[in-house]
């Protein structure tokens, strides 16, 4: 014999509901949330390559017989560096870590929207104005690296200053940092071009 339970439950239909628009913002939340996360491992990178070469630097000048074995450091470096973190951490690298300290010596004046290869593909440009104005371009105007090693390679900078076509100013305000003002045999030519 059947036990009444009450009245007989029939399943009723579920109205479909509409998901688009709650599923692209998840996507934009998640989207924006890992691009995030790229970006603060960048900044994290790039502060660390900077702590290193300031510490290879700070060694290598600790005296004068630190200075005179200096190139066998960073070889030694990087063979227990690798050993015991892997990848990232070759003589090569190493170098570029202390020439980045040196090319910025100052660690509040890094762009944090660069990365380590920003970083890496600048120290190639050897004049300071040059290597500041494409950091600063490449920070403004979201140049990802390919980019800037075409703008690098194409000597952008170089050609803005040449140019009598160039906007007001522009090249003139890119020019004047907060680490030296403005720089020497440019100053009057990034101002009026003739």
Known sequence: MKKNTGPEKRAVPVATVNLDGLLDQLRTLIVQARQQALRAV???QVRTCWEMGRHIVEFEQGGADRAQYGAKVLPRLAERLTAEFGKGFDASNL???????QAFPNCDALRHELSWTHYRLLL??????AREWYMAEAATQNWGTRALERQIGTLYYERLLAS????EGHVCAA???SRGGWPEGNFLRSIHTN
């Open 95 to 101: 170098r570029y870590m202390r020439l980045f300290y």
């Open 124 to 129: 190639r440009v050897e004049d300071r104005w």
């Open 164 to 167: 009598r076509d160039r906007p």
């Open 175 to 177: 020019c004047m940092t």
């Open 42 to 44: 960048d900044v994290v």
